[in-house]
T-cell receptor, first 116, second 115 residues
């Protein structure tokens, strides 16, 4: 079974500052990793995903994440945030090879609050 | 672009009522899912479906059932609503075959309050 822990429930940051949202996972098998974003009053959208290959993954809106197998982490980063990045961010995991299941295990979510 | 539409944004029901939450997707996706979202708990999978008339339990199916009579529509049913089912319900869909290698498309959610 897989599990995901997002280490911060809220992250306040000033506009144009860098940000890191932390995600750790647990699994006995190889995994796929995802970050989703939920803007206020909207559904979730895929931000980026790691399936294989390069451990540094770039996503939409200037976000990137790095897969670290030894530390079982998949932290999300952005070098300079905007007010419009204010949202809730979810890390998710699924077991590699679990094709056609869609059974993502989500973390608890991290609310990013960007202040002017 | 894919559109996943949930019929109600807000819903208020009374304890013991039978509740239907409807979800429709317009991109011919085979897979459809129902999650509930609670503060501090993230998203938890209730039920999912790979095909018409096919369903499988997720992680928290107790107190819920589903129906998929047509490919585009996936309904979540609360047979007898209880206060602990007050939550945000999110529907999602995805293509078959590629499974989790592809992204899930989410609806905007239905905030259900059971009084």
């Amino acid at each position: 079974a897989q599990s995901v822990t997002q280490l911060d429930s809220q992250v306040p940051v000033f506009e144009e500052a860098p940000v890191e949202l932390r995600c750790n996972y647990s699994s006995s098998v190889s995994v796929y990793l995802f970050w989703y974003v939920q803007y206020p009053n909207q559904g979730l959208q895929l931000l980026l995903k790691y399936l294989s290959g390069s451990t540094l993954v770039k996503g939409i809106n200037g976000f990137e994440a790095e897969f670290n197998k030894s530390q079982t982490s998949f932290h999300l980063r952005k070098p300079s945030v905007h007010i419009s990045d204010t949202a809730e961010y979810f890390c998710a995991v699924s077991a590699e090879g679990s094709s056609n299941t869609g059974k993502l295990i989500f973390g608890q979510g991290t609310t990013l609050q960007v202040k002017p | 672009d894919v559109k996943v539409t949930q019929s109600s944004r807000y819903l208020v029901k009374r304890t013991g009522e039978k509740v239907f939450l409807e979800c429709v997707q317009d991109m011919d996706h085979e897979n459809m899912f129902w999650y509930r979202q609670d503060p501090g708990l993230g998203l938890r999978l209730i039920y999912f479906s790979y095909d018409v008339k096919m369903k499988e339990k997720g992680d928290i199916p107790e107190g819920y059932s589903v129906s998929r009579e047509k490919k585009e529509r996936f309904s979540l049913i609360l047979e007898s609503a209880s206060t602990n089912q007050t939550s945000m319900y999110l529907c999602a869909s995805s293509l078959a075959g590629t499974g989790v290698n592809e992204k899930l498309f989410f609806g905007s959610g239905t905030q259900l309050s059971v009084l």
